[in-house]
C-alpha cells in the first residue's frame, strides 16, 4: 500500500512537470496512468565492426539469459530436443551466471549433455567477442502481461552484432522484430520453436541483409535520440 501511494504520487508528479513520457513499447502505454503524450522508446543498438562471419553449414546460435523455469528456458530445451529429431544443423550454446547452472539438479545438467548444449559463463569484452563466433540468437520468454509489454536489452545486443533472432510472440518484441525483419517470431510452446529454427535456418541472410541495412538507421541510439527530440520539440 505505501509503494502504491509513493508510485501515485510519482505519476501526479511527472504529469505535472513532463511534456511527453517515453515507455519502452506501445504495449506499456495502458498501465500508465499519466495524462501526457506517451511515446515509444525502446532501447538502441549500436554500431559494433564485426570481421566477416565464416558462412557455416552448421549454425551455432546463442542464449544468454537464466536459466529457471520461468525464463522460457526448459520451453527451449524441448524445441532443442524436437529440433535434433529433425537432424536440423545448429549448435547451441547457453550462456549464464555460473552459481545458477551450479544449483541445477544432476538430472537437469545431464540433459544438457544428452542435447548437445554447450555451457559457457561469460560477461563484458569476453561475451562480445563470442557474439562474433555465433550465428544468430533466441529468446524464448513465457508470454505473460509484463513480457507483453517488455523490451529485453538482449535482442538490441544480439541486432547489434548482427545475430537475427529466434524470438517467442511476446507482443512488444513481436511488433519490434516483425517490423524490422530481423527474425523469426514463434509461439511460446517448443513445436513452435523448432519449426521457428528450421524457418531461421532457411532465411538466415534475408534476416542479416534486414539488420545490417536497417538497424543503425531505425533503430541505433543515435536514432532514439532524433526520436527524443522530434518528441520534445513537436
Avoid at 57 to 71: P, Q
Avoid at 199 to 215: G, K, P, R, S, W
Wanted: hydrophobic fraction near 40%; aromatic fraction near 12%; glycine fraction near 4%.
Amino acid at each position: 500500500t505505501v509503494m502504491k501511494k509513493i508510485y501515485r504520487a510519482e505519476e501526479r508528479f511527472f504529469e505535472r512537470y513532463a511534456k511527453v513520457i517515453f515507455i519502452p513499447s506501445d504495449q506499456m502505454a495502458p498501465y500508465i496512468d499519466i495524462d501526457r503524450p506517451k511515446v515509444m522508446l525502446p532501447p538502441g543498438g549500436k554500431e559494433v565492426q564485426i570481421p566477416p562471419r565464416k558462412a557455416n553449414a552448421v549454425k551455432h546460435r546463442v542464449y544468454v539469459g537464466g536459466i529457471r523455469h520461468d525464463t522460457g528456458f526448459s520451453m527451449l530445451q524441448d524445441a532443442v530436443a524436437m529440433a535434433r529429431k529433425q537432424q536440423l544443423p545448429f549448435a547451441l550454446t547457453v550462456v549464464c551466471r555460473e552459481p545458477e547452472y551450479q544449483a541445477l539438479s544432476e538430472k537437469m545438467k545431464q540433459r544438457f549433455q544428452q542435447l548437445d548444449i554447450q555451457i559457457a559463463h561469460l560477461s563484458g569484452e569476453n561475451l562480445h567477442r563470442f557474439y562474433q563466433e555465433v550465428d544468430f540468437g533466441v529468446i524464448p520468454f513465457i508470454r505473460n502481461t509484463y513480457n507483453d509489454f517488455a523490451m529485453p536489452y538482449k535482442l538490441f545486443e544480439y541486432l547489434s552484432f548482427q545475430l537475427p533472432v529466434v524470438a517467442t510472440h511476446c507482443l512488444a518484441q513481436k511488433q519490434f522484430i516483425e517490423e524490422g525483419n530481423y527474425g523469426v517470431v514463434c509461439e511460446d510452446t517448443p513445436e513452435a520453436m523448432a519449426k521457428a529454427i528450421a524457418v531461421m535456418l532457411e532465411n538466415y541472410d534475408t534476416y542479416v541483409q534486414a539488420i545490417q541495412e536497417h538497424l543503425l538507421a531505425k533503430d541505433s541510439w543515435k536514432a532514439r535520440v532524433k526520436q527524443v527530440a522530434e518528441a520534445l520539440l513537436h
